[in-house]
């Protein structure tokens, strides 16, 4: 999936759980999916953090759910979407992937300052930690961050006035990064 669009999103449909009372509730996860699609018509306001975060309901008794892998990964892809959608450069680089991000990407990531009244992760520390990633991606080698690293990390919490960023948008790119390291990881085996 190199481009997705909000009607590719509106006609996406999952493939169903294994019987019992596993997987998500279908309705919830197309509901969803609508919103998203807003989002990026601009009728609606979820960000990457809202959608790396939501949680649905299991399926209705009787009834199987949509596959749990399936869903979080086209969440995944959306993710990417929007933050390309958000940074203005339009649609994916041809032969690009939505889940495939780059040295370059890495250095035009900007996060928000945190809400009002909310504290954020250090500005400094975000920084260094996307200068090690830059890094990893550029050169693959094996000092790299590897997706254990990623999951591990610490960010401490700016006192007021220091310069910070919007704690859920940088948990939410750290789960990218670290699905995308896994990815890759798994390649080269």
Do not use: W
Not at 5 to 16: A, E, L, S
Not at 117 to 125: C, K, M, Q, R, V
Not at 126 to 146: E, I, K, Q, S, W
């Amino acid at each position: 999936m190199t481009r997705v669009t909000p009607d590719d999103v509106r006609r996406t449909r999952f493939g169903h759980a294994p019987s019992g009372p596993h997987g998500y509730h279908p309705a919830q996860v197309d509901a969803f999916c609508a919103r998203i699609a807003d989002t990026m018509l601009g009728r609606d306001h979820l960000s990457i953090a809202d959608i790396r975060h939501i949680e649905f309901d299991g399926p209705p008794p009787g009834h199987r759910g949509y596959d749990i892998d399936e869903v979080d990964d086209f969440l995944d892809h959306v993710c990417m979407e929007l933050e390309y959608l958000r940074r203005g450069r339009g649609r994916l680089p041809a032969g690009r992937t939505p889940d495939t991000l780059t040295h370059d990407d890495v250095l035009r990531i900007h996060f928000s300052a945190p809400p009002f009244g909310f504290p954020g992760y250090l500005a400094d520390e975000v920084g260094a930690f996307l200068d090690r990633l830059a890094a990893t991606l550029a050169h693959h080698g094996p000092n790299g961050l590897t997706p254990k690293d990623v999951r591990d990390i610490t960010f401490h919490l700016a006192t007021d006035g220091a310069p910070a960023y919007h704690r859920e948008e940088v948990d939410a790119f750290l789960d990218l990064v670290v699905h995308q390291l896994e990815k890759s990881e798994a390649s080269r085996h």
